[in-house]
């Protein structure tokens, strides 16, 4: 298997994009991506998108972004695991990068959440959940987190307000992302008042659903600084999964698919959470931000939320998360979010993320997760040498 880097990165701001169509999104992202790349043509074209189909009547995806990309002719297919599908885009564009099936690589993440609202969007994401035995009883992704953000509570005898330090974390990051789909800073006191999404989970518990794309363009690591002098390689990428209904799992307050897939990619890259500098987690709801960290290895069972009440998750902490406002004020773009998290990854460790910096970035990580952790999806990325 040969070794893999990201030679260009692209992304567009994260907001509602009514009048720019998910084609236009997709190629945006693509043009910036080759641009950086320093490449015109590519073999092949990976398209992470969950709801195309359901929000915005269009399949076929891998065929219309190709075209209209100006990459016609290339093998090109979309790639769905629900909010996990940008990841696992990007971990088929990996493959066929490290196997030697092709050289030059697209992938894409792209999403048109903001068109429709109200019932069909809430259908739509009820998708990535158990048809038969969850969504089918009228439950959604935020009340399945808001039944593991209670039963954490409990178990760990926490309030509320604890989680607080995770969006205002979130916000205060997005605030000198100009990408970013909220860049207004929050207070502990604004998210006490809040009001309820589904108890106990509030408007700052929750991402904001959102349109996007980003893309990256991958290569041999042999041959990466022929097209760009700040290569980034991809030390590991790792997929597990665990049972889609929440209330088939052992213990649903450990996340098994993130926790898989994470020692995965450690073991590919041979190093351990100690060594992470950077951890782009995926907090669509924030009861996910401190059971990753858990999951992870960065924090033992029950103290997710310490780390961000003492400060070690922001940009000068020992474990800086959601360094340009996570999935909570970027904004969540579903099958974009794994591939906007990769963007962000890669800009830390060129050093290029200006007042979003962590300073000395090595090694950063990137965890997307479909549904409620049922898909995981692990990258670890090493910063330029030299």
Same mark, same amino acid.
């Given at each position: 298997? $040969?070794?893999?880097?990201?030679?260009?990165?692209?992304?567009?701001?994260? &907001?509602?994009?009514?009048?720019?169509?998910?084609?236009?999104?997709?190629?945006?992202?693509?043009?910036?991506?080759?641009?950086?790349?320093?490449?015109?043509?590519?073999?092949?074209?990976?398209?992470?998108?969950?709801?195309?189909?359901?929000?915005?009547?269009?399949?076929?995806?891998? %065929?219309?972004?190709?075209?209209?990309?100006?990459?016609?002719?290339?093998?090109?297919? !979309?790639?769905?695991?629900?909010?996990?599908?940008?990841?696992?885009?990007?971990?088929?564009?990996?493959?066929?990068?490290?196997?030697?099936?092709?050289?030059?690589?697209?992938?894409?993440?792209?999403?048109?959440?903001?068109?429709?609202?109200?019932?069909?969007?809430?259908?739509?994401?009820?998708? +990535?959940?158990?048809?038969?035995?969850?969504?089918?009883?009228?439950?959604?992704?935020?009340?399945?987190?808001?039944?593991?953000?209670? $039963?954490?509570?409990?178990?760990?005898?926490?309030?509320?307000?604890? *989680?607080?330090? *995770?969006?205002?974390?979130?916000?205060?990051?997005?605030? #000198?992302?100009?990408?970013?789909?909220?860049?207004? !800073?929050?207070?502990?006191?604004?998210?006490? !008042?809040?009001?309820?999404?589904?108890?106990?989970?509030?408007? =700052?518990?929750?991402?904001?659903?959102?349109? &996007?794309?980003?893309?990256?363009?991958?290569?041999?690591?042999?041959?990466?600084?022929?097209?760009?002098?700040?290569?980034?390689?991809?030390?590991?990428?790792?997929?597990?999964?665990?049972?889609?209904?929440?209330?088939?799992?052992?213990?649903?307050? *450990?996340? #098994?698919?993130?926790? @898989?897939?994470? +020692?995965?990619?450690?073991?590919?890259?041979?190093? #351990?959470?100690?060594?992470?500098?950077?951890?782009?987690?995926?907090?669509? =709801?924030?009861?996910?931000?401190?059971?990753?960290?858990?999951?992870?290895?960065?924090?033992? $069972?029950?103290?997710?939320?310490?780390?961000?009440?003492?400060?070690?998750?922001?940009?000068? +902490?020992?474990?800086?998360?959601?360094? =340009?406002? +996570?999935?909570?004020?970027?904004?969540?773009?579903?099958?974009?979010?794994?591939?906007?998290?990769?963007?962000?990854?890669?800009?830390?460790? $060129?050093?290029?993320?200006?007042?979003?910096?962590?300073?000395?970035?090595?090694?950063?990580?990137?965890?997307? @997760?479909?549904?409620?952790?049922?898909?995981?999806?692990?990258?670890?990325?090493? %910063?330029?040498?030299?």
């Amino acid at each position: 298997m $040969r070794e893999v880097s990201v030679i260009g990165i692209g992304q567009t701001k994260v &907001g509602e994009h009514w009048d720019t169509s998910l084609r236009h999104l997709a190629w945006e992202a693509i043009q910036m991506a080759l641009r950086d790349a320093g490449v015109r043509r590519v073999d092949g074209l990976y398209v992470g998108n969950w709801l195309a189909g359901q929000l915005s009547g269009q399949e076929h995806l891998g %065929a219309l972004i190709a075209d209209f990309a100006g990459l016609r002719g290339v093998e090109a297919v !979309k790639v769905e695991a629900a909010g996990a599908s940008g990841g696992a885009a990007l971990r088929q564009a990996y493959n066929a990068v490290a196997s030697g099936l092709m050289d030059f690589v697209v992938v894409v993440g792209v999403e048109k959440m903001t068109d429709r609202i109200g019932s069909p969007v809430q259908a739509a994401v009820a998708t +990535g959940a158990d048809s038969d035995y969850e969504a089918a009883q009228g439950i959604t992704p935020v009340t399945l987190a808001a039944l593991l953000m209670r $039963r954490y509570m409990h178990e760990y005898g926490l309030e509320l307000s604890d *989680f607080a330090p *995770f969006s205002v974390n979130a916000h205060q990051n997005a605030s #000198t992302n100009p990408n970013a789909m909220y860049r207004n !800073k929050i207070s502990l006191e604004a998210y006490i !008042k809040a009001p309820m999404v589904a108890e106990p989970i509030n408007l =700052f518990d929750a991402a904001p659903a959102a349109d &996007g794309a980003a893309a990256l363009v991958l290569c041999p690591t042999a041959i990466a600084r022929d097209y760009n002098v700040q290569p980034v390689r991809i030390a590991a990428s790792a997929i597990a999964t665990d049972t889609l209904a929440l209330h088939d799992r052992h213990d649903p307050l *450990f996340l #098994t698919a993130a926790n @898989l897939s994470a +020692g995965q990619a450690y073991e590919q890259a041979g190093i #351990t959470a100690e060594d992470v500098d950077v951890f782009e987690l995926h907090d669509g =709801f924030t009861i996910l931000a401190a059971l990753s960290l858990e999951a992870c290895g960065f924090a033992r $069972r029950g103290e997710g939320v310490r780390l961000a009440a003492d400060g070690s998750i922001g940009l000068r +902490g020992h474990i800086p998360i959601a360094t =340009f406002g +996570g999935l909570k004020a970027r904004g969540d773009p579903a099958g974009a979010t794994g591939i906007y998290q990769v963007v962000e990854v890669v800009t830390q460790l $060129r050093g290029a993320a200006g007042p979003n910096q962590v300073q000395g970035a090595r090694w950063g990580m990137t965890q997307n @997760l479909g549904g409620l952790a049922a898909t995981a999806v692990t990258h670890i990325l090493e %910063a330029p040498s030299g």
